[in-house]
Nanobody, 115 residues
Framework: QVQVVESGGGLVQAGGSLRLSCAAS????????MVWYRQAPGKQRELVAA???????NYADAVKGRFTISRDNAKNTVYLHMNSLKPEDTADYYC?????????WGRGTQVTVSS
């Protein structure tokens, strides 16, 4: 069984920064992709950033140059460093990890950016 828990969300002013963390625990031998998504009120969930087991990264156009994804394999943790936050970044942020072909999701952490 695999558990995924996000943390680090909160309220921040526009232009500020936050660091989200996503820690996986349980029967984990090798995590493949680690991915951050977000879902704003009334909108569909969208991919924000992803990192493969080899360290390759991918970002949504809306966050390129402002967000950085990184992972610590020893801790089974993925981070999302968010800088220059905008009100439109307000959303619930979710983490998904893939282990041996199975996807596991966390329950999300809320980010609110005030103008």
């Amino acid at each position: 069984q695999v558990q995924v828990v996000e943390s680090g969300g909160g309220l921040v002013q526009a232009g500020g920064s936050l660091r989200l963390s996503c820690a996986a625990s349980g029967s984990i031998f090798n995590i493949n992709a680690m991915v951050w998504y977000r879902q704003a009120p009334g909108k569909q969930r969208e991919l924000v950033a992803a990192v493969t087991s080899g360290g390759s990264t991918n970002y949504a156009d809306a966050v390129k140059g402002r967000f950085t994804i990184s992972r610590d394999n020893a801790k089974n943790t993925v981070y999302l460093h968010m800088n220059s936050l905008k009100p439109e970044d307000t959303a619930d942020y979710y983490c998904r990890i893939t282990v041996r072909g199975y996807d596991y999701w966390g329950r999300g952490t809320q980010v609110t950016v005030s103008s």
